[in-house]
């Protein structure tokens, strides 16, 4: 069985590529005997519609599962009607994800767990590790400015409303905002918690990262 993992390098001990649609590479590894082919994702570049390119592209090579960290609603749509599995939040090297997928120890999805144009140019880090998801704390207060959004690096400040302008988070100032109304606590909690997760993979991914340059 054919399992497509998303690298930022070329072989299985590279560390998973958070971005679906924007990753490095494509690692389609055979679960059978671990044989694998990488492909250079050519979409990384577009200004548009990288997630569902590269889940058609995924899909055309005969891959029946997706791995990676983060997916986006028009990445998923794509593999979902292509009846490829979908397994998100993963960090680690490409051989330790297909290790535990053999295991049966991975989750599939038929959802996306970040924002449409997660990892696009300008709201990713330089290092290709994540687009940001913060909290805009502002105007509103909690909720005033709670979004997703992506950044340039992470930096502690006030917000100023929709998503993360000059906020606490990742600011690039083009969050999907939850503001003006505020956030009843359950969805506040549930919020936090999310990004709580989200912070651990990312912590968890740039360890591996500088792990496997060190070998290097």
Same mark, same amino acid.
Request: proline share 3%; glycine share 26%.
């Given at each position: 069985m054919k399992v497509a993992v998303s690298a930022s390098g070329k072989d299985l001990d590279a560390p998973i590529d958070p971005r679906f649609g924007r990753c490095a590479y494509f690692i389609l590894v055979e679960t059978e005997d671990m044989s694998f082919e990488v492909f250079d994702n050519e979409n990384i570049a577009l200004g548009g519609g990288a997630g569902i390119q590269s889940a058609q592209f995924v899909a055309s090579k005969g891959a029946k599962a997706v791995i990676t960290g983060n997916c /986006?609603?028009?990445a998923v749509r794509t593999l979902n009607a @292509? /009846?490829? &599995? *979908? *397994?998100v939040g993963q960090? /680690?090297?490409v051989r330790e994800a297909i290790e535990r997928y053999k295991k049966g120890l991975l989750d599939t999805t038929s &959802?996306?767990?970040?924002?449409?144009?997660?990892g696009s140019s300008g709201s990713a880090p330089d290092t290709g590790a994540y687009g940001? @998801? +913060?909290m805009g704390v /502002?105007?509103?207060g909690m909720g005033g400015g709670m979004g997703m959004g992506g950044g340039r690096g992470m930096g502690m400040g006030m917000g100023r409303?929709? +998503?993360m302008g000059r906020g606490m988070g990742m600011g690039g100032g083009r969050g999907m905002g939850m503001g003006g109304q505020g956030m009843a606590s359950d969805e506040e909690l549930s919020f936090l918690r999310n990004q709580t997760q989200e912070l651990r993979r990312q912590i968890e991914a740039l360890e591996s990262k500088i792990?496997?340059? &060190?070998?290097?």
């Open positions: /986006g609603p028009n @292509a /009846g490829t &599995e *979908i *397994i960090s /680690g090297t &959802e996306a767990n970040v924002t449409d144009h997660y940001g @998801a +913060g /502002g105007r509103g409303g929709m +998503g792990k496997s340059l &060190e070998k290097k």
